[in-house]
């Protein structure tokens, strides 16, 4: 399995010091350049189970930019699986450089309309029911066996924070945070900003997945108008904020740190707290900002 390098890093900013907060991040986007962040976290224990299952056809689902599908292409490839990706939208004339990327690690694309896509287990049943060696994973890797993974993070930081922050789509990196943090009562409070509009599902997605017993905050009025939009307002902060040398993406992360400065300078915490944001890669998404544009 893979090394996991991931260290913590403090960030230093003229607010953060005026507000006399101290804020970390935690590099995930390190453990790999293509298994990137939370995605690995999330596979490593479906992986696992696909492979005591004697399974080694792993069968995925995204949109063409998903970073989820990228990671699974990379680490199927690197342990030994072949992959497909069942691709919402019609076939494009030419791949994205996400998908180019997918297909550079061996993944088969299987590119179906947007109404088909919505029922996942149909999908599967349709087209891989006659294939033994196949394995369902959901959308960006979401489900139970994602959640322990997602807990371990939780082992390897050096001090106790006071909030962890992340970015949620479908909240399932935040579910094995706050599952991790009740099972080895930590006081630390997890937090996440939705990064698509209209996330309040998420409450109920999440108890779903880890019962009410983990508690978590939501923060969902920073989407900055939707899944992967972008205003100029943000963009200008984003690109600013880039040019410190961490480099975030604008569909996830950058959402995140936007939220987190805006709640520092509204003086959501009490002084002296202890912040660690999460860096949850998907880097290269941000190439796709620019192809867009
Ligand atoms: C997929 C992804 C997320 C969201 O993870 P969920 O577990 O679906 O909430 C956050 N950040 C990045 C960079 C991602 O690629």
Redesign the pocket.
């Given at each position: 399995m893979l090394p996991i390098f991931s260290p913590v890093e403090e960030l230093k900013n003229d607010l953060f010091e005026q507000k006399q907060v101290k804020v970390y991040i935690k590099r995930d986007?390190l453990i790999h350049p293509f298994i990137?962040?939370?995605?690995w976290r999330?596979l490593k224990y479906v992986l696992a189970d696909a492979r005591d299952s004697n399974k080694n056809h792993l069968v995925s689902f995204g949109g063409a930019y998903?970073?989820?599908l990228l990671?699974l292409a990379c680490a199927g490839a690197k342990f030994g699986f072949k992959t497909t990706g069942i691709i919402r939208g019609d076939e494009p004339r030419k791949l994205n450089h996400q998908l180019f990327l997918c297909q550079q690690f061996g993944m088969d694309f299987l590119f179906v309309s947007r109404e088909t896509y919505r029922n996942k287990p149909q999908l599967f049943f349709n087209n891989f029911a006659n294939d033994p060696d196949a394995y369902f994973i959901d959308e960006?890797?979401?489900g139970n066996l994602?959640l322990p993974g997602?807990a371990e993070l939780l082992d390897e930081l050096p001090e106790p924070y006071d909030h962890i922050f992340?970015?949620?789509?479908?909240?399932?990196?935040?579910?094995?945070l706050a599952m991790g943090a009740f099972q080895r009562n930590l006081s630390t409070k997890i937090e996440?900003i939705a990064?698509l509009k209209g996330a309040d599902f998420l409450h109920s997605d999440i108890q779903q997945l880890i019962g009410t017993d983990p508690k978590f905050t939501l923060h969902l009025d920073y989407h900055q108008g939707g899944y992967a939009k972008t205003n100029t307002e943000y963009l200008n902060w984003l690109f600013d904020f880039n040019k410190t040398g961490l480099l975030l993406?604008h569909?996830?992360?950058g959402k995140?740190m936007f939220a987190l400065f805006d709640l520092i300078s509204k003086d959501y915490f009490k002084p002296g707290s202890r912040i660690l944001t999460?860096?949850?890669?998907?880097?290269t998404?941000l190439i796709g900002l620019n192809n867009e544009q």
């Open positions: 986007d990137s962040g939370n995605k999330k998903s970073n989820h990671a960006g890797g979401a994602a997602c992340l970015a949620c789509g479908t909240g399932t990196t935040l579910a094995g996440g990064v993406d569909v996830y992360t995140m999460i860096h949850t890669g998907g880097l998404g």
